[in-house]
């Protein structure tokens, strides 16, 4: 049966020309936007650098706020006697809570509008969540600004900060996120006792006011945080016509026919045909499938002929599909060029010049907060031709409006929601991923560790401060105490997890354990010191619970579903989060102490770590069922 396909040459400024085949889908015809793609290349270094540092500063303002919650627990429990310690803790949990239930509409977003409006945005709506708290009266008060819109405000800092290093680095990456994250640690370090400084001198009301000026400073690092683009120059050319027994063909094993546009030197470029049988060329003609305007030069016949340039300042990827249908990358650092027939052009020149954005979430890699050496290279390649194809959709659904358009008279009628958008948050909010048990483990366990993590946060320095009769100020430096642990933390669990034969997930439930223990002894310590030491332990443990996200999901649900997954997992652990310390507040309620508070958060802990436990089981029993040998022949061995 003789096969159709569509085959085009593209050349290139400083690379040798290939040919890459793009299968025709039935009942389709393509256009030459449709069978490439070209991307700009990430940095990996250079102006990445000064992301990296951006990042690291909205890190260090979003959580630094966040972790010094407790000093405010301290504070407003005197401002606001009348208020119980679940209606105080209430304030923090919304803050945090919301701001990871942000995660995936901020993410979304910054698909949509890009880095800097969604970070502007953020940082101006957080500063006048802290401005209005300035006024408030009682807790509800504080609970919608400060906690609600405070959140709000933190949920569109933190993810686009965190995307924007995985978008400019792809070789360096684990380093890179290695550094941003660190300023979560850093703040951690220094705002306890900043803010609390700041509430000795200026009353907490006063703190609100500067808290806002701190925020507002994101905005000159998200004006840095711009977008990659490929610039695009559709050119017409004139050039002479190459005669059909000039152009080299390439043998053909069967019968074809092919169309395809041949780059054939300098100055030459022309649409052909060819049918072939066993090798042997039966006939030779030009293609004349419309009307081409020729016209006469002093070396023969010249044409118009149509091209699209692309260029990027870092290089440019581009990406077509080669017979096997696999995504084939040709990275570059020079420009690319791709020609086309054009029929009925009056002059050569530049038609138009315009960028295109490289949207973040059109790679699914890069929400891996980690290397990218340790990929799946089967999911890789189905991720990538998942975006090809959903790229080809998204064009060819343009051109059938415009067609359509054209047709009826009627302008192209635009949905009132972006696509980027809307495809962002399709995938984002995607429940079909609680179909993989796997998930659903690691989701209980999440949900579970995170309804316990921000208890010490909250409450340790209000629990010193009543047990050992400490002030403020020296209460505060417990929460500095697991910041500065969780800087070494983030860097050296990071750094493990991303050794070859290391497996993140073990590495999480290894450290969720300790953690878990580590939290029950918290009601034992009986001095200053016992104290630091349990509050710098948990630090440096509890750290992979929360950096390592992203890579136990890549490493366990894969790179295909990674986007459901990881929205899937910002949404469980926000829920966790709002009700998790209001928890804590209402055993120190019913207990008149901290004891069972901290006890019950140690026991989630451990809890968690023993449900994440099964996906080892459930992937034992899945290897044996593949392999199809008896299961009781190894486990009792």
């Known amino acids: 049966m003789p096969s159709e396909q569509s085959r085009r040459a593209v050349a290139h400024d400083g690379e040798d020309e290939k040919m890459y085949p793009i299968d025709k889908e039935q009942g389709g015809n393509h256009t030459e936007e449709e069978t490439i793609k070209v991307v700009p290349i990430a940095p990996d270094g250079g102006f990445g650098w000064v992301i990296v540092a951006c990042s690291f500063f909205c890190n260090f303002i979003v959580d630094g706020v966040c972790y010094s919650f407790g000093v405010y ?66 807790v509800p008060f504080l609970i919608g600004t400060f906690g609600v819109l405070g959140g709000i405000g933190f949920g569109l800092i933190y993810s686009p900060a965190i995307l924007c290093v995985c978008y400019y680095f792809d070789k360096r990456r684990a380093m890179a996120v290695g550094i941003c994250v660190c300023g979560s640690g850093v703040g951690a370090f220094l705002f306890p006792p900043l803010v609390t400084l700041i509430i000795d001198h200026f009353a907490w009301q006063g703190s609100m006011l500067i808290l806002a000026g701190l925020v507002l400073q994101v905005c000159i690092a998200g004006a840095l945080m711009r977008t990659l683009e490929v610039t695009v120059v559709e050119e017409v050319e004139i050039r002479p016509v190459l005669k059909p027994e000039e152009i080299p063909l390439t043998q053909i094993s069967e019968k074809e026919t092919l169309t395809y546009v041949r780059d054939a030197g300098p100055g030459l470029a ?46 440019i990827d581009v990406q077509t599909v080669d017979d096997q249908g696999r995504v084939v990358h040709q990275r570059m650092s020079g420009s690319h060029r791709q020609y086309s027939s054009q029929h009925d052009l009056d002059a050569a ?81 995607d429940v079909t991923i609680y179909k993989n048990p796997v998930f659903l483990i690691y989701s209980l366990a999440s949900f579970l560790g995170m309804l316990a993590f921000y208890i010490p946060f909250t409450f340790i320095s209000d629990f010193a401060k009543e047990r050992y009769g400490l002030d403020n100020e020296t209460a505060s430096l417990f929460i500095s105490g697991i910041g500065a642990a969780n800087i070494f933390g983030r860097i050296f669990w990071g750094w493990l997890a991303d050794r070859p034969r290391s497996d993140p ?54 790179l295909t579903q990674l ?65 199809g040998k008896p299961i009781h022949s190894e486990v009792t061995a």
């Open 505 to 558: 997930l073990l590495i999480h439930n290894i450290c969720i354990t300790i953690v878990g223990i580590t939290i029950g002894f918290i009601p034992l310590c009986f001095d200053f010191t016992s104290l630091m030491v349990v509050s710098v332990v948990f630090g440096f443990f509890v750290s992979p619970f929360i950096s390592l996200l992203s890579i136990i999901l890549t490493s366990r649900i894969g």
């Open 270 to 315: 022309r649409t052909v045909s060819q049918e072939a049988v066993g090798g042997n060329f039966r006939d030779l003609k030009h293609v004349d499938k419309g009307r081409e305007r020729t016209v006469s030069g002093a070396s023969g016949d010249l044409e118009y002929v149509r091209s699209r340039r692309y260029s990027s300042k870092d290089g």
């Open 349 to 429: 020149g530049v038609l138009t010049k315009h960028t295109e954005v490289a949207r973040p979430l059109d790679r699914k890699d890069v929400l891996v907060h980690g290397s990218l050496r340790n990929l799946d290279r089967q999911q890789s390649e189905q991720a990538d031709q998942e975006a090809f194809k959903r790229t080809s959709l998204k064009r060819r659904q343009e051109q059938k409006a415009l067609e359509a358009a054209a047709v009826t008279g009627k302008p192209v009628k635009k949905s009132w929601m972006p696509p980027q958008l809307r495809q962002a948050l399709i995938e984002m909010i």
């Open 73 to 138: 627990v301290m504070f407003w429990t005197e401002a606001f006697p009348e208020a119980s310690k679940l209606q105080i803790a209430l304030i923090g949990s919304l803050l945090n809570g919301v701001y990871l239930l942000m995660g995936p509409i901020s993410s979304a977003l910054t698909n949509a509008f890009g880095f800097k409006i969604v970070i502007f945005s953020g940082a101006i709506i957080s500063a006048v969540a802290f401005i209005i708290s300035m006024f408030a009266t009682s």
């Open 563 to 627: 986007p459901s997954a990881f929205g899937q997992s910002q949404l469980v652990r926000g829920i966790a989060s709002l009700i998790g310390t209001p928890i804590g507040g209402a055993l120190y309620a019913i207990n008149k102490n901290y004891d069972m508070t901290f006890l019950a958060s140690g026991a989630a802990f451990i809890i968690a770590a023993i449900i994440a436990s099964f996906i080892f089981v459930l992937a034992f029993f899945t290897r044996k069922r593949k392999s």
